[in-house]
């Protein structure tokens, strides 16, 4: 660190050297010299314009608006997470996104909460940030050096929609979305499942997802026999974002779901966040029963480490519980699927295999033309014996859809 610290040098800080801050010690000890210093944070709007730089950067690599709250959340901190909204919300504001966006991103937006709101006086969105969190200067600029950093290191992922340099003229939009048939069920659906999420007793939870997975799975399989075959152009594609702990564990949760449902799934190491590909009906049961199943999961590894003796490791038994859990929830939802397949082909007097390899099929394209250098991997770690058998008696109990017989 210079004795001096001027213009010329904290600029060569933020726009070539911004990578090293990534760790937070050297961000951590970075922010003290500059508060040392007499170094006003965002002064002049410096800050900011790197920040939003470094925001243009990160889109052109594949990112989208709920990918970077989620690293901001994971690479640096929790509490960099409301600058990163503050930022994602300028930055929609001068592009014009509400306008000129796609819709997946105007979505993002939204649940993010980085629609609307006033401009920050003469765009400063970092010392706004700083007076409505009331941090002290070397914490401020602690989390503003560390998102910068995260920002610039972002690593490039594959493009699933247009980045903001691909944008074109701003458009006219629906005052509201629009919605149908399908949209109401999933309302439906969500409504009971935001419901079981909240409830204190447990048998009304358990009740309310077992509810929501009927409705789940009987809309899934009456999309696809509906729709038949999907062209290319009926292929999408969404991400997940996994939160820690267990990451890799809970992973293995979401392809089981993914692959009971004809969804492909490819999963970014290190990052948390995994790409679903598959029709839209399948998609959307894949991250309800995902989001159903992760609330189950963290009930029965509640209930089961109160059993789960003294000796036991705790980080090894849960990670060996989710990965019992997933396992035996991955052969019930295949039993499950071929059930309702079998069902709803007696029901209709026709053949669905067909139909149903070649859904297959156009997801697998799809795939390989987004991933061409996509490659296989297993887990080859052991797990804890206890862990792995209590998750697999977990996921006996848990509700994975309509059924009428129990599910062996």
Known sequence: MPDVIDDAWLRDLLQHRAALLTDAEVAAETATALVAHGVDLDADGLVTQTLLDALDGTWERG????DVAHVARRKATAGSVPLALALIAEHTRRTSAVERAPDTWVDQLRELGALGGAPTEDGAVVAAWQRTERRSPA?????????????RSTARIELLVPPPSRWGAARRRADGPVTGGDDRALRVIRGLLAKAESTEFAEEAEAL???A?????????????LHGDL????????RVHVADPYVRAKVQLLGVVAEANDVRLVFYQGLGIATVVGGRADLDAVELLFTSLLLQVAQGLAAAEQHAGR??????FRRAFLLGYAHRIGERLQDARRRATAEAA????????????????AVDAAVAELFPKLRTSRSRASVDAGG?????TAAERADVGPRRSPLT
């Open 63 to 66: 990112w989208q608006p709920a």
């Open 139 to 151: 914490e401020s600029w602690r989390i503003a050096l560390q998102l910068l950093g995260t920002l």
């Open 209 to 211: 997802t077992a509810k």
């Open 213 to 225: 997975q009927e409705l789940m799975t009987r809309h899934a399989v009456d999309a696809a026999v």
């Open 231 to 238: 062209s290319p152009g009926d292929v999408e594609t969404r």
């Open 311 to 316: 000796y036991a490791s705790p980080r090894t």
């Open 346 to 361: 007696a029901e209709r007097a026709v053949d669905l295999r067909p139909v149903l390899r070649s859904r297959r099929e």
């Open 388 to 392: 792995w058998h209590a998750g697999q």
